[in-house]
C-alpha cells in the first residue's frame, strides 16, 4: 500500500481533509497517501481537523490515567527493554496484592480513579489468576473506579477470568506488525510468537472484552508500515466484530536501563511523531489515543492541540515506585520523560483550555465495545463526555490541598458548565455538581 500511494497535492488533500467527520473518517489507503505528503500547509490542515475531529468526538476533555506496575520479572527478551530476562543487573520486583493496593491507595489519593495495571511475562510470577487476585484486591480495598490491564496474549478462558475479575480495557501492543523485525527483537519466550500476539484481540473480544488497546513501538521499524498496519487492525477489529480499538497508544523507543538496543534502528522525529498522532485521531476517531510521559513534556503539550485524547501523569514504571518515593533504575522498564506531578499537568491541561477528565463512567454504565463506537461516531460521547469531566474536575478540586489549584480548576469547570445550557442533562447535572461541591464522591452519567 504504501509504495503505492501517491502524494496528496494541495488542493485534493484540502478537500479531503475539509470532508473528514466522525461519520466519515480517512481510510487505510487515504492515511498511506497522507504519509506520503511533505507539504507543511496540508499537515497544518490536517492537525487542525484532528483536533476539530477530537472535539467532534470527545468535546475538550482530556482523560488523565496513571500506569501500576505490578511486576518487571519476564521471560522473554525483548532487545528493547529493562524487563528482559537476560538483564541481570535488574532488580526483579513483584507486588503482592498488598503492595499493589498500597501503591493504588497512593494513587488514589492523587486523586486518580483509573489505572492501567501493566506486567511482564513470566509463568509463575504474572500469570491471569495473579493478575486477577491483583484486580480483585484493589477494587475491594480501595475506592478506585476501572482498572485496566496490559498484560501478555493469553487464551480466551484465562481472558475470560482477567474480565471477569473487572478489568475494562485489556491492552496489548504488537509492539512492530513487520515479521522480520518481530523476530530479531523477540529472539526467544513466548513472545516470540508473532502470530499469538497479533490474533491476541480475537480471542479478547469474544472472552468479554469490549473495549480493547493496540499499538505499535514506534522506532523499531519504517514508522509509516506500523502506522498502517495499526489502522488495519483496527479495521480488522471493526470489521470482524462491529468495535474500533478503544484505544490507541503511541509509544516511542525509549532507552532502557540493562537493554542491548541503546538507540532506535528506525528513529522518529517529533515532527513525525505529531503526524502520527493525527492520522490515528483521523482515521479511527472513536479511539482514544493516548501519549504516555515517555514524551517530552513539550510534545505532550503540543499533541493536545492535534487530536491525543488520554495522558498519564506523574508515572512511575517500576513495580512498587510510587509508595517508594525515590527513582530506582534497575527496576524501570524504560525512562520516563515528562516527570511533572499530577497536579501541574492539571493545571497545564486547563492553561491550554482543556478539560482534565478523572472521569471512568462508560466503562461502569456499559458504553462499551460496539455501544461505545456507534455512540462516538454519531456525536453522542461527547453529551457524556462534559458533564463527567466536569463533574470528575470538581470533585478533584474539593479534595486538592493547593487552594490555588482548587479555585482554578472549579473556575473552569464553572465556566465549562455554560457549554450545558440546553441540555436534558443539566437539572440532574447541577444537583450531582452541588452535591460534590459538599463532599460528594463519584457522581457520573
Ligand atoms: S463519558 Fe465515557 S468517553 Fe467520556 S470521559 Fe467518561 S468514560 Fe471516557
Same mark, same amino acid.
Given at each position: ?26 481510510? %487505510? ?108 484486591? $484493589? =477494587? ?23 474480565? *471477569? ?39 479478547? $473480544? ?44 503511541? %509509544? ?5 536501563? @540493562? ?16 503526524? $502520527? ?28 492541540? $492535534? @487530536? ?16 517508594? @518515593? ?26 491550554? @483550555?482543556? /478539560?482534565?477528565? /478523572?472521569?471512568?463512567?462508560? =466503562? ?9 463506537? *456507534? ?71
Amino acid at each position: 500500500m504504501l509504495a503505492a500511494a501517491s502524494p496528496f497535492g494541495r488542493k485534493e488533500a484540502f478537500s479531503l481533509l475539509k470532508s473528514l467527520s466522525p461519520k466519515r473518517r480517512l481510510i %487505510p489507503f487515504e492515511a498511506a497517501r497522507l504519509l506520503a505528503t511533505g507539504d507543511p500547509m496540508v499537515w497544518e490542515t490536517a492537525a487542525a481537523m484532528a483536533r476539530a475531529m477530537r472535539e467532534q468526538v470527545f468535546g475538550r476533555r482530556i482523560v488523565l490515567f496513571a500506569p501500576l506496575y505490578l511486576s518487571n520479572e519476564c521471560s522473554n527478551n525483548c532487545l528493547y527493554c529493562g524487563f528482559r530476562r537476560e538483564n541481570r543487573e535488574a532488580r526483579r520486583i513483584t507486588l503482592s496484592p498488598e503492595a499493589a493496593v498500597a501503591e493504588a491507595r497512593f494513587l488514589e489519593k492523587k486523586g486518580y480513579h483509573r489505572l492501567l495495571l501493566v506486567t511482564g511475562e513470566h509463568p509463575t510470577r504474572t500469570q491471569p489468576a495473579y493478575i486477577g487476585d491483583v484486580l480483585r484486591a $484493589i =477494587y475491594r480495598e480501595t475506592k478506585m473506579r476501572i482498572l485496566h490491564v496490559n498484560a501478555a496474549p493469553m487464551t480466551v478462558d484465562d481472558l475470560r477470568m482477567v474480565k *471477569e475479575a473487572g478489568a475494562g480495557v485489556y491492552q496489548v501492543f504488537q509492539e512492530t506488525y513487520h515479521p522480520e523485525t518481530y523476530a530479531a527483537m523477540h529472539p526467544s519466550g513466548a513472545k516470540a510468537d508473532f502470530a499469538w500476539r497479533l490474533t491476541c484481540m480475537d480471542r479478547a $473480544i469474544p472472552a468479554g472484552f469490549g473495549d480493547v488497546g493496540i499499538g505499535a513501538l514506534l522506532g523499531l521499524y519504517d514508522y509509516r508500515y506500523e502506522v498502517l498496519s495499526v489502522l488495519r487492525h483496527a479495521e480488522h477489529l471493526l470489521e470482524a466484530y462491529g468495535t474500533f480499538p478503544h484505544t490507541i497508544s503511541v %509509544p516511542r523507543f525509549k532507552k532502557a536501563f @540493562g537493554s542491548p538496543l541503546s538507540s532506535a534502528p528506525f528513529p522518529v522525529s517529533d515532527a513525525e511523531f505529531e503526524r $502520527i498522532v493525527i492520522l490515528y485521531r483521523l482515521s479511527v476517531p472513536s479511539a482514544g489515543v493516548v501519549v504516555t510521559t515517555r514524551e517530552p513534556a513539550a510534545l505532550r503539550e503540543r499533541v493536545l492541540d $492535534i @487530536g491525543a485524547s488520554q495522558i498519564s501523569a506523574g508515572s512511575k514504571t517500576d513495580p512498587g515506585g510510587y509508595a517508594e @518515593g525515590r527513582r530506582r533504575h534497575e527496576a524501570e522498564q524504560f525512562e520516563v520523560d515528562d516527570t511533572r506531578p499530577m497536579e501541574e499537568i492539571v493545571r497545564r491541561v486547563l492553561a491550554k @483550555g482543556y /478539560l482534565p477528565s /478523572l472521569c471512568t463512567s462508560c =466503562y461502569r454504565k456499559r458504553r462499551t465495545g460496539n455501544t461505545f463506537t *456507534e455512540m462516538a461516531v454519531d456525536g453522542h460521547i461527547r453529551d457524556f463526555c462534559l458533564p463527567n469531566a466536569l463533574l470528575s474536575l470538581a470533585e478533584y478540586a474539593v479534595a486538592a490541598e493547593d487552594a490555588t489549584l482548587r479555585e482554578e480548576s472549579l473556575a473552569a469547570a464553572r465556566e465549562a458548565r455554560k457549554e450545558m445550557e440546553g441540555s436534558p442533562l443539566l437539572p440532574e447535572f447541577d444537583r450531582k455538581f452541588a452535591f460534590v461541591l459538599e463532599g460528594g464522591r463519584d457522581q457520573c452519567f
